[in-house]
Structure formats: structure tokens, C-alpha cells
């Protein structure tokens, strides 16, 4: 078995399913072109190659179909490529695309396998993606032609980069973003919407200032990462902290305020609601301006609403899912505050954890799985932990 087959999936399953045929040009940017492949197969997909003979100056076959786990054609053959790939493949993609191929593809020129098969999508409206890379003064002069493209509803083109008078191929996670949102599956139904709100919120002392905490997200970002393996649809509420992957969407905030507001926005368009977000219990009397530094300062403090409490009383139907962080107790009392705040707030799960054993930031983390039928101790690093609690909530769900 390729190795390549053991990269299928392991990012998410939004590429599931799918099959994408990546032509590459003979631009330098073509040494990028396995890791491009790699990041597709990661989502799920199953990837082809074709080359121009051009391109075999910048880069070998055998380093694309170590990239991609399949053969890497560059002609056409008795085997009518071009038609056999354009029926079994879901979507063109052209990483690098030369101006040269680009202009051909507007004109309708098949004088090679790349271009040939590219004629056969243009004209049956699957999608071509076009992913430029050139000089920028060739940028320029093929502009016409790119505008003419980007007129086709099957034909997308993904903005280079332009730096130090170059068109520079876009960056391989922005290429395989797009990817998904053209062909990509829609994950977000019933009973497989997950919403997470994650990393520490911040409370404004004056319009400078701001007092916090040291959450670090990784424990939010590592759930989103595990949701995102098992299949379902995952967006995250961030403060401050870790940011999620680009492949998930995610709504910045910064205040308690802010990030209650935002998770009851949302909260309707999703099943299950989990905050593991370390958000402020307590607010800033407002002050304007910029406070003086001349003199001690005593700031007045005011508790903030209880986000999972406001959430519970919205979302009466829906799973919610807390964190309870303490600091140096015992198992009996950290199990016994996590309780209290299951019942207060009629949560469907919470999860319980000691930061005086793993603190803020670090990778590892030992937690008490906590419902109204049973107490589960887990621990490990927070990404084998976030995968033991998507197993829980999958039973709960029962998709």
C-alpha cells in the first residue's frame, strides 16, 4: 500500500469521496506540488497528476506520484487520458498554471495532456481551478485571458501573491481552502454541527489596558481538530490563544460579552455547543481614555453573565457540553464543584480538570469526564484526551 493511503482522512473528511486531478506547469512553484497533493489527500481526497514534458525540468514524476500514491501522466495515449480522467475526476486543479497554459485554456488550444483535458472540463462545466504563477509582467500581459476565465461559472482562479515583482503561487493552505469550498463536501446537517468556544477573553480596565488570563486554546483547538477527523461540521468561537487550522471556520472575539453574543448568534444553526474557553467571570466598570500611570488605581470589578447558563436557557433541546478548571484540590472536590456546575446549568457533560497539575499551555492534561451516569478520569496529551471525548459525545449524539 502507498503511504499516501495513510494520510487519507486524517485532517478531515471534507475531500471524502472526492477525486481531484491536479495538472501541474512548468513553473519553479511545481516543487511545491506534493506537499499540495499531500494537504489534499489529508482531507480525504483521492488525487491524479498530469505534467507537462516542461515540467520534468522542475521537477520529477517520481517526486509527483510520491506526492499524490497514483501514476502521473504527461501524454495522451491509446488510453484517451484526457477522457478517462475528465469522467472519473470531481474537479481540474492547475498548480502552478503558466501563462502559457492560461492563455491556451482562453483560447481553446489542446495541444498537450494539460491542456487537452483541461478543454474536456471547460467544456462539460466541471470545475477548473487555476492557480497562477509567473512574473508579474506576464501577470499583466495575460490579463485579458484570465479575466475572460474567471467569466466561465465552472472556471475559478486563485489571486497570486504579488511580491518582489513576481505573481507568486498562493499558498498551499489557501489552495486547498478553495478547493474544498468549490467541491467539498457539505458536512453541516442535522444531528453533526459542533460549536466551540475556545481560547481566553479579555476585559478592557480603559481603552488601553485589559486584564485576562494565560489560556492557551490548544485544549479547544485539539477538540475542533478531532471533530473535524470523525466527520463533523465544526465552527469556533476564539479568543485569544491558539487559532484553529484554516479548514475551520472561525469567528474572533475578544470580550465574555462578546463571546456570549457571538455563541447565541450561532448557537441556533448547531446541535452541540462545547465551551472549553477560559472566559472572564468578571468585567471593567467602564473607563475612557487612557488611565494615568502617576497613581495607584483601584479598579472596580462586576461579575459577567454565565455564558453556559444563558446558552442553557436558549437552547433548552440542545447538547451543551462545559469545562470546570480549579487549582490544587482534591479529586472528591474538584468531582463535587464539576457536579454543581452539571446541575446548576442542566449541562449534558462537563469536563473537570486541576491546573495545578497541568497548567495553562501545557501539551498533556488529566481530566474527569463528568454526566448524571458516570465519571470517567482520562489523561494524556490534550490531543489524545480531545479524542476520547469526541468518542463520548458520538454516543450521545448517535448519528
Not at 30 to 46: V, Y
Not at 252 to 270: Q, S, Y
Not at 374 to 395: D, F, M
Request: charged share 30%; with cysteine; aromatic share 8%.
Amino acid at each position: 500500500m502507498h503511504p499516501t493511503k495513510f494520510l487519507k482522512g486524517t485532517k478531515s473528511k471534507l475531500l471524502e469521496n472526492k477525486k481531484i486531478l491536479v495538472a501541474v506547469t512548468s513553473s519553479i512553484a511545481a516543487i511545491e506540488t506534493p506537499k499540495l497533493m499531500r494537504e489534499l489527500i489529508r482531507h480525504g481526497a483521492e488525487v491524479y497528476c498530469i505534467i507537462t514534458k516542461e515540467t520534468k525540468k522542475i521537477i520529477g514524476k517520481d517526486a509527483l506520484k510520491f506526492g499524490c500514491g497514483n501514476e502521473v501522466y504527461e501524454e495522451i495515449t491509446g488510453d484517451i487520458e484526457h477522457i478517462k480522467l475528465y469522467n472519473e475526476c470531481d474537479c481540474l486543479l492547475i498548480y502552478p498554471a503558466t501563462a502559457n497554459v492560461i492563455s491556451k485554456i482562453n483560447l481553446g488550444l489542446g495541444d498537450n495532456i494539460v491542456t487537452t483535458t483541461s478543454l474536456m472540463f471547460k467544456g462539460g462545466n466541471k470545475p477548473i481551478i487555476i492557480v497562477p504563477a509567473m512574473h508579474e509582467n506576464m501577470y499583466n500581459a495575460i490579463k485579458k485571458h484570465i479575466d475572460e476565465l474567471k467569466m466561465n461559472k465552472n472556471i475559478y482562479i486563485v489571486s497570486p501573491k504579488f511580491e518582489e515583482g513576481k505573481a507568486k503561487v498562493a499558498n498551499i493552505e489557501d489552495v486547498v481552502n478553495y478547493t474544498i469550498k468549490i467541491v467539498g463536501n457539505n458536512l453541516k446537517k442535522e444531528r453533526n454541527r459542533v460549536l466551540i468556544l475556545n481560547g481566553g477573553t479579555v476585559e478592557f480596565i480603559d481603552k488601553v489596558r485589559v486584564i485576562s488570563n494565560l489560556s492557551s486554546g490548544k485544549m479547544g483547538v485539539s477538540l475542533a481538530e478531532a471533530f473535524c477527523r470523525e466527520g463533523f461540521y465544526v465552527e469556533v468561537i476564539s479568543g485569544i490563544g491558539l487559532e484553529p487550522p484554516y479548514y475551520i471556520k472561525t469567528h474572533k472575539v475578544l470580550t465574555a460579552k462578546e463571546m456570549l453574543n457571538k455563541a447565541i448568534e450561532l448557537g441556533k444553526d448547531f446541535d452541540i455547543i462545547i465551551s472549553s474557553a477560559a472566559i472572564s467571570d468578571f468585567t471593567v466598570e467602564s473607563y475612557n481614555g487612557k488611565l494615568s500611570s502617576d497613581k495607584d488605581l483601584t479598579i472596580r470589578l462586576k461579575r459577567n453573565p454565565k455564558v453556559l447558563e444563558e446558552l442553557r436557557k436558549i437552547y433548552k433541546d440542545k447538547i451543551i457540553i462545559g469545562f470546570k478548571a480549579e487549582y490544587n484540590l482534591d479529586e472528591e472536590s474538584l468531582i463535587k464543584k464539576a457536579k454543581e456546575k452539571l446541575n446548576k446549568y442542566n449541562l449534558n457533560m462537563i469536563i473537570a480538570n486541576d491546573l495545578s497539575k497541568y497548567y495553562f499551555g501545557d501539551d498533556n492534561i488529566e481530566v474527569y469526564i463528568i454526566t448524571n451516569s458516570y465519571i470517567e478520569k482520562l489523561s494524556g496529551t490534550k490531543k489524545e484526551v480531545a479524542e476520547k471525548i469526541v468518542e463520548k459525545v458520538k454516543n450521545m449524539v448517535k448519528r
